[in-house]
């Protein structure tokens, strides 16, 4: 049997050929080349051991990551080619080669984390937030995006992190990004709702929305000036 990393290197050659055939992709092949690279980059010893062995699993979910960012160039670009249909089209089959295998992976970490935690020293679960940085800084032109609901009051709202792995509903998380201009912004929060990767859709960004629990005045702030540019996106969770 084919490993999925070896069958999603296949795919990745074919789509960077294809953009390295179309003169109009010259501006953005270097940010496309260098998304695919880092792919590769992760693929390449997750090809050397078992697909269902944990640094495979993870190395091959980091390069999905970096293959959503480079199907994300191309899916930009306005009225693109055959080439660039081509090129869309391998990269989405690399991702869909290895998504099988990372969700199963995932399937079984929640059925493992649904055993109740241990209790402290006075008898109460403990419950551990779970870390999530976004490597990415927010920008208009990210898959990472703010939400909010009837009030229209951020702080009640949440931020949809883009990932293919997200954390079970109810986790408790906190999420450490940057704004543009390099301002840091840690916040608190619950997973609200996840969104699971279909391969029927591909342009649409797999994630969790994080809801909101603790967030300081001044990251309030910055992140209200921030929507001034990019206008949060509406969520009704139907409560």
Sequence with gaps: ???????????????????????????????LARNLAQ???????????????????????????????????????????????????SIALAIKALHPVVQQTKREAERRSLMPPPRSAHGQRKRD?????????????????????????????GIFVATFDPKPVDAQVVVNFKLPGGVPITAQGVVHFVREYNPLSPSTAPGMGVKFTHLLEKDKKAIESYLEMRAPIFYDDGK
């Excluded at 999905?64 to 089209?89: N, R, W």
């Design 39 to 89: 792919a590769q980059g992760k693929l390449f010893p997750a090809a050397k051991v078992p697909p269902d062995s944990p640094a495979a699993v993870d190395l091959m979910r980091r390069a999905m990551e970096y293959l959503a960012q480079g199907l994300k160039v191309l899916q930009d670009i306005h009225g693109g080619g055959e080439l660039v249909d081509k090129a869309s089209q």
């Design 1 to 31: 049997m084919t490993h999925p990393a070896d069958t999603a290197r296949k795919h990745i050659a074919e789509g960077l050929e294809a953009c390295q055939a179309d003169p109009e992709l010259a501006e953005t092949l270097e940010t």
């Design 129 to 157: 937030a779970i870390p999530i940085n976004i490597s990415t800084m927010l920008n208009i032109d990210t898959d990472h995006h703010f939400y909010n609901g009837f009030s229209e009051n951020i702080e009640e709202g």
